[in-house]
């Protein structure tokens, strides 16, 4: 597939510039720093993003999932999924995760960012789906997360292999507001900025609404 943008996209400047890099990178270099496999034959990267698994060509950045007709693909309808791919593939890294889970407040400058993170990502969460439960088990689970024992609704979903992200959702009544959290594993304070993590929530919640 072509990526395209429009004009007047706000993704498309910072993505050109990302493919600029791409397309003079070293794919041996990539394959060492994170683990995604290449294929030299085909000239593409083997990469699972969010459940499915696509060929990343390179150096055009052309996306083709490896899965059949029918389903649902967020890397091909969401630009912003593309532009944290291209990042996660140029200066991203492999690290393993130790089993805790981090708040946002606690991975490197999530104290900065909280305001950003918390209106886009925890509120739109806690509003979108804190009154419709049900709604939010079915999306998740469309995408492939796992319940998790947590809120009135929790699910785990795993963005790039190795790095998981969990959502929990507690339901408003008349006296309290839905509320959410949003946890991280805490190998993304090695591989990604504050904002990635931001961007990487939005995107699933807009993944959620598209299933």
Same mark, same amino acid.
């Given at each position: ?97 130790? !089993? ?5 407040? /606690? @991975?490197?400058? +999530?104290?900065?960012?909280?305001? &950003?993170?918390? %209106? ?30 947590? !809120? ?5 979903? /795993? @963005?790039?292999? +190795?790095?998981?992200?969990?959502? &929990?959702?507690? %339901? ?38 598209? @299933?």
């Amino acid at each position: 597939m072509e990526v395209a943008y429009n004009k007047d996209n706000k993704e498309r400047i910072p993505f050109e510039h990302y493919l600029a890099e791409y397309k003079s990178a070293d794919p041996q270099e990539i394959c060492a720093r994170t683990e995604i496999q290449y294929n030299g034959e085909g000239s593409y990267f083997c990469l699972k993003f969010l459940g499915k698994v696509y060929h990343i060509g390179y150096p055009d950045f052309s996306i083709t999932p490896e899965a059949g007709e029918g389903q649902y693909f967020p890397l091909l309808s969401i630009s912003a999924a593309r532009t944290l791919v291209i990042r996660y593939i140029l200066e991203g890294c492999r690290a393993e995760s130790t !089993g805790k889970y981090l708040t946002y407040r /606690e @991975v490197p400058w +999530g104290e900065v960012y909280y305001r &950003q993170f918390n %209106g886009r990502c925890m509120m739109r969460l806690a509003y979108s789906y804190g009154n419709h439960l049900d709604a939010f088990c079915s999306a998740m689970e469309k995408l492939g997360a796992h319940s998790i024992n947590a !809120g009135d609704a929790g699910y785990e979903i /795993e @963005v790039f292999d +190795g790095y998981f992200i969990r959502f &929990q959702l507690w %339901g408003g009544d008349e006296e309290f507001p839905p509320s959410s959290q949003i946890l991280f594993s805490d190998n993304f304070a090695a591989a990604f900025h504050a904002e990635d993590l931001v961007v990487a929530c939005d995107v699933i919640i807009s993944a959620m609404k598209a @299933v």
